[in-house]
């Protein structure tokens, strides 16, 4: 029903900057919570960061809190995630992730996996000197 497809991984050095986008399908993007998340090998899935409907609300993993920004644009039908001090422990392949919401009003973004309706293909993000 909703089909979303990330862009923008890489290979950058420790301290440097990447920016992910997601570009989703179809005409419903601003029912959806939005989340990022990522899998290093041998791990299990971790939230990242999330954005609402409209953008009104962010939520971040204290990993990533003060280093990383979610953000979108619903007439593009985009999220993104700009990526500042990346750590070689961000390598990762990254996923974009969305939640449909129907219930009016601002509903802040859940943070599991298992709440999430629909995936992309994921991004790899590699950190590396």
């Known amino acids: 029903q909703v089909q979303l497809v990330e862009s923008g991984g890489g290979l950058v050095q420790p301290g440097g900057s990447l920016r992910l986008s997601c570009a989703a399908s179809?005409?419903?993007?601003?029912?959806?919570?939005m989340g990022w998340f990522r899998q290093a090998p041998g791990k299990e899935r971790e939230f990242a960061a999330a954005?609402?409907?409209?953008?009104?609300?962010?939520t971040y993993a204290d990993s990533t809190k003060g280093r990383f920004t979610i953000s979108r644009d619903n007439a593009k039908n985009t999220v993104y995630l700009q990526m500042n001090s990346l750590k070689p422990e961000d390598t990762a392949v990254y996923y974009c992730a969305a939640d449909f919401v129907s219930r009016l009003g601002l509903v802040a973004p859940k943070l599991r996996p298992s709440e999430y309706d629909y995936w992309g293909q994921g991004t790899q993000v590699t950190v590396s000197s």
């Open positions: 179809g005409r419903t993007f601003s029912s959806y919570n």
């Open positions: 954005i609402s409907r409209g953008g009104g609300s962010t």
